[in-house]
């Protein structure tokens, strides 16, 4: 059975770091462009950062480039997602998504975790 699994959220202050983790069960996500979305309370699900099955192509939401880092360890089966100088802008449930197809649309994306929660105090 096809499983995603997010962790390392949390309580975080402004200014400082934390590292998402989404791991693979049941398969191997080894040939699958990975996405990490968000989605804030009461706004819509947003893009973060997505990464190729080879992890040689990655791409971020604009506003998103320098804090964040998308990378994968192929062994480990797991995509990470280094998230620094973290503002209350940040705080939302972070999502990652696999699929065959390497975008920053959502829609695209097949199979999804259940999601952690991020907040950031200020």
């Known amino acids: 059975q096809v499983h995603l699994a997010e962790s390392g959220g949390g309580l975080v202050q402004a200014g400082g770091s934390l590292r998402l983790s989404c791991t693979a069960s049941?398969?191997?996500?080894?040939?699958?462009?990975m996405g990490w979305f968000r989605q804030a309370p009461g706004k819509d699900r947003e893009f973060v950062a997505a990464i190729s099955g080879s992890g040689d192509k990655t791409f971020y939401e604009d506003s998103l480039k320098g804090r964040f880092t998308i990378s994968r360890h192929a062994v480990e089966n797991t995509v990470y997602l280094q998230m620094n100088s973290l503002e209350p802008e940040d705080t939302a449930v972070y999502y990652c998504?696999?699929?065959?197809?390497?975008?920053?649309?959502?829609?695209?994306?097949?199979?999804w975790g259940q999601g952690t929660q991020v907040t950031v105090s200020s």
């Open positions: 998504a696999a699929d065959t197809v390497l975008s920053d649309y959502e829609g695209v994306y097949e199979y």
């Open positions: 049941g398969w191997t996500i080894g040939s699958y462009a």
